[in-house]
Structures are given as structure tokens and as C-alpha cells.
């Protein structure tokens, strides 16, 4: 299959990261995107190269600009001749429950971008080059239900724009599927805070009375899902919405403000 090169938005924390440590234990070479990150985004290129090594480059942009957006991908590929596979893994996400009526035209506008807006740029950028190749792999990141254009009180923006994306993901399955490029969304369930960093051995370690499985989830649930889905046996994988949640139901909660 030759040697594969994967761009991560948002690589150099949380779940991207522990997707980075996965593909580059595959083999897979990484351009990882940050917006801040800088230090650690070094830092992972660094630890990968020297323990798998692959030929890691890091590459700042603000995925919510389109002129960054188009930045990323000359750079990128500047330094690597194809991006064979791209991770949609970066999405920015308002922590304060709002109801639409509230959001300020700025903030809307900020979400939209980051989570919608940004993935049709990055593909638009990569998809020619996965054409010549016949050969690619595209991932998006979801929300529980997103496939079903679920209502998520006092989140509409982010919900909005995610359930367009997962649309937007089995169309380019159906419109790219003759060139060989597969892709496919991962809605995980509530893997937050230090627990996007772990890995599963330290989840069954911990019991956790909110989730069916009993261990919360971590990011390494979700960037083991990421390599099964970008290898080459994968290909009849395509268009699909998978969820990753220890079978909680993640919206079948009443929020309050």
C-alpha cells in the first residue's frame, strides 16, 4: 500500500492526539494542525518520530478561517507529496448553555465555521489529490444521533453544524466512492476532560455508574475505531455514522439552565 500520510486538525491535544500515537504506530506519517498548541504539537512530531519512525510535521492554522484553511493544506503539501487521509478532528464548542436567541452573530458564525464550513474547505483542498491516487480516506467527528438531526438544547449551533456535517459525510461517500476514497463520521459519547488523553488499560481500572459499559471512555476508543477505518480492508466502509458511547443514550438527558 506504501507509506500513508494523515493530516489531524487539531493533533496536538485530547483525542487527536491519541489518534496521532495510533496512525503513527501504523506507520502512517502525520501533518498535525493547532491553533495554540504549539509546544505540544512539537513535542508529539518529536516523540513519534523517535519511536515509530515517521516523518511528523506540525503546521499552526485556525480551522474557523478559510484563509487558514488554505495556508494548512499548501504547507502541507509542500512537505508531503499526497494527504491520503484527513481527520476532521478539530471543531470548536461554547461551553455555556445558550439558547439560539442568545448566540451572538460572531459566536454562531464561529461555530458554523469551525464545524461545518471547515470541513468542506479541507476536503475541497485534499479530494483532487486522493483523485489522482485513487485512494482515501476521509473522517468526521459527530455528536450521539447527529445522523438523525437531533435537537441538542442550548447547543443549537454546534448541533446544527454537525448534523449538516454528518450529511455532507455520506454525500462525499456517494460522490467519491468511484475514485476509491471512503468516508464515515465517529459520534463519541461523553469522553471529556483527562480521559480524552487516556487509554483503555486505565478505563477498566475505574468503574463508572453513568455509562452501560461501567469505565468512561477514553481517546483511545476513538482513535483505534480511526485506524480500523483507514486501512485498506476498510473500503466497503463508507458513508456510515458510528457511534462510540458505552451505549449511554448522551441526549436523553434534560438540561436546565
Given at each position: 500500500?506504501?507509506?500513508?500520510?494523515?493530516?489531524?486538525?487539531?493533533?496536538?491535544?485530547?483525542?487527536?492526539?491519541?489518534?496521532?500515537?495510533?496512525?503513527?504506530?501504523?506507520?502512517?506519517?502525520?501533518?498535525?494542525?493547532?491553533?495554540?498548541?504549539?509546544?505540544?504539537?512539537?513535542?508529539?512530531?518529536?516523540?513519534?518520530?523517535?519511536?515509530?519512525?515517521?516523518?511528523?510535521?506540525?503546521?499552526?492554522?485556525?480551522?474557523?478561517?478559510?484563509?487558514?484553511?488554505?495556508?494548512?493544506?499548501?504547507?502541507?503539501?509542500?512537505?508531503?507529496?499526497?494527504?491520503?487521509?484527513?481527520?476532521?478532528?478539530?471543531?470548536?464548542?461554547?461551553?455555556?448553555?445558550?439558547?439560539?436567541?442568545?448566540?451572538?452573530?460572531?459566536?454562531?458564525?464561529?461555530?458554523?465555521?469551525?464545524?461545518?464550513?471547515?470541513?468542506?474547505?479541507?476536503?475541497?483542498?485534499?479530494?483532487?489529490?486522493?483523485?489522482?491516487?485513487?485512494?482515501?480516506?476521509?473522517?468526521?467527528?459527530?455528536?450521539?444521533?447527529?445522523?438523525?438531526?437531533?435537537?441538542?438544547?442550548?447547543?443549537?449551533?454546534?448541533?446544527?453544524?454537525?448534523?449538516?456535517?454528518?450529511?455532507?459525510?455520506?454525500?462525499?461517500?456517494?460522490?467519491?466512492?468511484?475514485?476509491?476514497?471512503?468516508?464515515?463520521?465517529?459520534?463519541?459519547?461523553?469522553?471529556?476532560?483527562?480521559?480524552?488523553?487516556?487509554?483503555?488499560?486505565?478505563?477498566?481500572?475505574?468503574?463508572?455508574?453513568?455509562?452501560?459499559?461501567?469505565?468512561?471512555?477514553?481517546?483511545?476508543?476513538?482513535?483505534?475505531?480511526?485506524?480500523?477505518?483507514?486501512?485498506?480492508k476498510s473500503s466497503f466502509i463508507t458513508g456510515s455514522i458510528i457511534p462510540v458511547t458505552g451505549?449511554?443514550?448522551?441526549?436523553?438527558?434534560?438540561?436546565?439552565?
Amino acid at each position: 500500500m506504501g507509506i500513508r500520510t494523515a493530516l489531524i486538525t487539531g493533533g496536538a491535544t485530547g483525542i487527536g492526539k491519541m489518534t496521532a500515537y495510533k496512525l503513527a504506530q501504523e506507520g502512517i506519517n502525520l501533518v498535525i494542525n493547532y491553533r495554540h498548541s504549539q509546544k505540544e504539537a512539537e513535542e508529539i512530531c518529536q516523540q513519534l518520530t523517535k519511536e515509530f519512525g515517521t516523518n511528523n510535521i506540525c503546521i499552526r492554522g485556525d480551522i474557523t478561517k478559510t484563509e487558514d484553511c488554505e495556508f494548512l493544506i499548501g504547507e502541507a503539501l509542500k512537505k508531503c507529496e499526497y494527504i491520503d487521509i484527513i481527520i476532521h478532528n478539530a471543531g470548536p464548542y461554547i461551553h455555556e448553555r445558550k439558547r439560539m436567541t442568545e448566540y451572538t452573530l460572531d459566536e454562531w458564525r464561529y461555530l458554523v465555521d469551525g464545524n461545518l464550513n471547515a470541513v468542506f474547505y479541507l476536503s475541497k483542498l485534499v479530494i483532487p489529490k486522493m483523485r489522482a491516487k485513487k485512494w482515501g480516506r476521509i473522517i468526521t467527528i459527530g455528536f450521539d444521533r447527529a445522523e438523525a438531526s437531533s435537537g441538542w438544547i442550548y447547543r443549537s449551533a454546534f448541533a446544527a453544524s454537525k448534523s449538516a456535517v454528518a450529511s455532507l459525510t455520506k454525500t462525499l461517500a456517494m460522490e467519491e466512492a468511484q475514485y476509491g476514497i471512503t468516508a464515515n463520521m465517529i459520534s463519541p459519547g461523553d469522553i471529556v476532560g483527562e480521559w480524552k488523553e487516556k487509554e483503555i488499560e486505565k478505563a477498566i481500572l475505574v468503574n463508572d455508574n453513568n455509562t452501560p459499559v461501567g469505565r468512561p471512555g477514553t481517546g483511545e476508543d476513538i482513535a483505534r475505531l480511526i485506524s480500523f477505518l483507514v486501512e485498506d480492508k476498510s473500503s466497503f466502509i463508507t458513508g456510515s455514522i458510528i457511534p462510540v458511547t458505552g451505549g449511554k443514550d448522551v441526549l436523553g438527558k434534560i438540561h436546565k439552565l
